[in-house]
């Protein structure tokens, strides 16, 4: 029989009150996404009028952690991503925490069930959300059922109150173009990434504020925008590489991008980083298998999980954050795909590019 567990107005009450169906009612209390937004709105006012109780949340005692908890991932085919659960199994296994992994799948082509209808359907403890914004219906749900959550790598700007642990992305935007400028470079390119994502805008913005403290204009013809993927890194390059006057250096804001700008540069039968010189960012296993090894901004990814989990816990114990926002500092790790430029770039040795 719907209802609550402390006699107050049942399921079929507020589905009157609201207008809606029984089925819808039940919906919008265990969280699930497929209910209109004016909908899910109309019910969630007549549930607070009447006093609905909504599920109690057992909580671990303050001396253990309780579990499972729900790591929700926006794809799981990168090495980025196997990366990043590498470092949150780790951190689980040494709180004794049980985890459950499940990709967020987005899209106008999608119609399976949200992450949120699988973190209702298993009564979770915790939940960590690795580059997934959660929608302010979603973040009142997890807060009415005292769910417990943490962002890591947030997509955009988090509102105040939602714990978040990220990198000093800016920071490490500043040392890669601050690297190619001490080698020597002047016409430096970027590989940014959608403008939608935070990580990959504070990149850019920090090429730019290295770019003016060494007194250079910032060339619009110089910064190419990508998606993060290697193709994408391959095709933006490409463009770059076929200016009248090509960059000699190309700082991509992510090691995928960057193996991208490789091949675009092998393809024009230019050699790195004689002709080219490369920087990513990440520190992906990638970067040090390529030939030759990729420079790159570490993004300390295992720590960033760490340090997620940790944060996760406490919350999970009903301890407060100290700061809504952790960000993790970058660093530079020199490898062989940068030197000081030639005297002249080359010409391509082979005909035009395929792809």
Avoid at 58 to 77: E, M, N, S, T, Y
Avoid at 253 to 280: F, I, K, N, W, Y
Avoid at 318 to 336: N, P
Wanted: charged share 20%.
């Amino acid at each position: 029989m719907p209802g609550t567990a402390h006699g107050g107005p049942t399921l079929a009450v507020i589905a009157r009150e609201a207008g809606v169906s029984v089925p819808t009612v039940s919906k919008v209390v265990n969280g699930r996404e497929d209910v209109a937004p004016h909908t899910r709105r109309r019910v969630s006012e007549v549930l607070e009028r009447r006093g609905y109780m909504r599920r109690p949340v057992v909580r671990a005692p303050r001396d253990r952690v309780g579990g499972p908890i729900d790591v929700v991932i926006h794809g799981l085919g990168a090495s980025w991503a196997t990366t990043i659960l590498s470092g949150v199994e780790d951190a689980a296994y040494r709180v004794g925490l049980d985890i459950v992994v499940s990709a967020a799948r987005t899209g106008t082509g999608h119609t399976g069930r949200g992450w949120l209808d699988r973190v209702a359907d298993r009564g979770t403890a915790g939940v960590l959300l690795v580059l997934v914004e959660p929608t302010p219906s979603q973040r009142e749900w997890l807060r009415h059922h005292r769910i417990p959550y943490v962002v890591l790598d947030p997509v955009s700007v988090p509102p105040p109150g939602v714990p978040s642990v990220g990198a000093t992305n800016w920071a490490g935007g500043v040392s890669a173009t601050e690297h190619l400028l001490r080698a020597g470079h002047r016409r430096i390119a970027v590989v940014s990434g959608p403008e939608d994502r935070l990580c990959g805008q504070a990149r850019l913005a920090g090429y730019r504020s290295a770019m003016a403290a060494a007194g250079l204009p910032v060339l619009p013809e110089l910064i190419a925008v990508g998606d993060f993927t290697l193709e994408s890194g391959r095709r933006r390059a490409g463009d770059l590489l076929d200016l009248p006057e090509p960059p000699t250096a190309v700082f991509a804001c992510t090691d995928q991008m960057a193996l991208g700008v490789c091949d675009a540069a092998r393809e024009r039968g230019l050699t790195v980083p004689e002709d080219l010189s490369v920087v990513g960012f990440d520190d992906l296993p990638e970067a040090r298998w390529a030939r030759p090894a990729l420079t790159t901004v570490r993004q300390p990814l295992n720590e960033m999980a760490s340090a997620a989990i940790g944060l996760l816990v406490r919350l999970m114990r009903g301890e407060t954050a100290e700061a809504d926002r952790i960000e993790l500092s970058t660093c530079l790790v020199k490898r062989a795909s940068t030197s000081a430029p030639s005297l002249g770039f080359p010409a391509p040795r082979r005909g035009t590019p395929t792809g």
